[in-house]
């Protein structure tokens, strides 16, 4: 076969055939869902991620259980809890006669007035009443704390006050430290939960004048401790 014969043969083949562009292979599911499609969890990719970052995860979980571990030693939490239960019979229940093991003349005896004088429904209002859980150091002073009254919260301690004419001011001071200093004649101690507006003429001029607040239920127990009652059997006053 000689060069000559190239082309002929190449016209008898006839033309080359097209070519098209390769189709894209697409793969699905037998259940017909998409495989590129992500659906549900994928645990493979979260366990990689806790362990990628497991020294910060144990790092947080330390520091947490120490500061719990330190808030719960070092922080005083107190609760207090009081309930006083009064039962009252029916009124014809005396009439028919049917009463159960306990009475009513069980439970109106003379001792349960006593009970009820002594619980801290009554205790708590004679100490905010009667203002007994404020106490000045010298009762010369006293009339300065005319109308004194607490916030719903307040700062116990050890306070004084300094009324200075010179600067017409008048400074509320804590353990050494000053809480507030207003002019004369405005409300001081807000910051601290005082409801009070000294009088100055019942102040000296710079002479500061000690005084004490204390927790209301902290003076009704000690109220109800030094408390003597007597009543005489059937009587109807303590």
Do not use: C, H
Request: aromatic fraction near 10%.
């Amino acid at each position: 076969m000689t060069g000559a014969d190239l082309p002929s043969r190449r016209a008898e083949a006839g033309p080359p055939a097209p070519t098209w562009p390769a189709a894209p292979v697409v793969e699905y599911d037998m259940a017909g869902g998409d495989p590129e499609e992500e659906s549900g969890l994928d645990l493979s990719r979260m366990l990689a991620a806790v362990l990628r970052f497991k020294w910060v995860i144990v790092l947080t979980t330390i520091l947490g259980g120490a500061g719990g571990a330190a808030a719960w030693k070092y922080i005083e939490f107190d609760y207090t809890a009081d309930a006083s239960l009064w039962i009252q019979e029916a009124p014809n229940t005396q009439q028919r006669g049917d009463q159960g093991p306990i009475s009513g003349s069980q439970l109106l005896r003379s001792s349960s007035w006593i009970d009820l004088l002594r619980s801290f429904a009554v205790l708590n209002t004679v100490v905010v009443t009667e203002g007994l859980y404020l106490s000045v150091q010298d009762s010369t002073f006293t009339p300065a704390f005319s109308g004194f009254g607490l916030a719903e919260r307040f700062v116990p301690g050890d306070y004084e006050v300094l009324y200075s004419p010179a600067a017409e001011s008048v400074t509320l001071s804590r353990e050494g430290t000053v809480v507030e200093a207003t002019a004369s004649g405005e409300q001081v101690g807000a910051p601290v939960g005082f409801d009070w507006t000294p009088a100055i003429d019942a102040l000296a001029p710079d002479l500061p004048v000690e005084f004490t607040v204390r927790a209301p239920r902290d003076v009704a127990i000690e109220l109800e401790r030094n408390l003597e009652t007597r009543i005489d059997a059937n009587a109807a006053f303590i």
